[in-house]
């Protein structure tokens, strides 16, 4: 069975500082990974994706996220956080054979000006 | 190009009533899922459908819940009758296909209070 695990429901930065959100994945099989985000009041937008090509994926916004088999983990950075950038993450995992995403509890970031 | 959209955005019910929620997914789009997100916790698969036939259900929480979509356009889901429990967040969610790596395009949800 899948499963997601996002360390941290909140994390707060101040802005212009890095911004680490940190994900965990379990899968038998090798997984497509996912980082969503969904801000106030709208639906959940991709932020970028992992489909077996390269290990460090850039995604919207200035986010990236990296691959590490031998750890299980697609944790997600940005350099320097906006204060647009509050808002709710979601990392989540699909197998590479099915459609059923499977989604972390979320992590919701603050960003303080 | 419209994205997925989701009606109503907010529903507030008593106990034992019928609620009826409606997702519009991106116009060509043959695969449509439903999730829910009860308050705090993961965002759950409930169902996916490809054009009008039910390919995965495993994730109904039980037969107060009825999914359609008539014609593999939009899909309703209907509670009946709704629980204390059945509050949270349903998300509705379209993909051209259902390849793995394909993206899930999410509409804003509808939130539901069961009282």
């Known amino acids: 069975a899948q499963s997601v695990t996002q360390l941290g429901s909140h994390v707060s930065v101040s802005e212009g500082a890095l911004v680490l959100l940190r994900c965990n994945y379990s899968?038998?099989?090798?997984?497509?990974l996912f980082w969503y985000v969904q801000y106030p009041n709208q639906g959940l937008q991709l932020l970028l994706k992992?489909?077996?090509?390269?290990?460090l994926v850039k995604g919207i916004n200035g986010f990236e996220a990296e691959f590490k088999k031998s750890e299980t983990s697609f944790h997600l950075t940005k350099p320097s956080a906006h204060m647009s950038d509050a808002a709710e993450y979601f990392c989540?995992?699909?197998?590479?054979?099915?459609?059923?995403?499977?989604f972390g509890a979320g992590t919701r970031l603050f960003v303080k000006a | 190009e419209a994205g997925v959209t989701q009606f109503p955005s907010h529903s507030v019910i008593e106990k034992g009533q019928t609620v009826t929620l409606r997702c519009d997914p991106i116009?060509?789009?043959?695969?449509l899922y439903w999730y829910r997100r009860v308050m705090g916790k993961e965002i759950k698969f409930l169902l996916h459908?490809?054009?009008?036939?039910?390919?995965?259900e495993s994730g109904m929480p039980n037969n107060r819940f009825l999914a359609e979509r008539t014609g593999g356009t939009y899909s309703t889901l209907k509670v009946q009758p709704a629980e204390l429990e059945d509050s949270g967040v349903y998300f509705c969610?379209?993909?051209?296909?259902?390849?793995?790596?394909?993206?899930?395009?999410f509409g804003p949800g509808t939130r539901l209070l069961v009282l």
């Open positions: 969610a379209s993909s051209q296909s259902e390849a793995g790596g394909e993206t899930q395009y």
């Open positions: 899968s038998s099989v090798p997984p497509y």
């Open positions: 992992y489909t077996s090509a390269a290990t």
């Open positions: 989540a995992v699909r197998n590479t054979g099915g459609f059923k995403t499977i």
């Open positions: 116009s060509g789009h043959d695969n």
């Open positions: 459908f490809v054009k009008e036939s039910k390919q995965d």
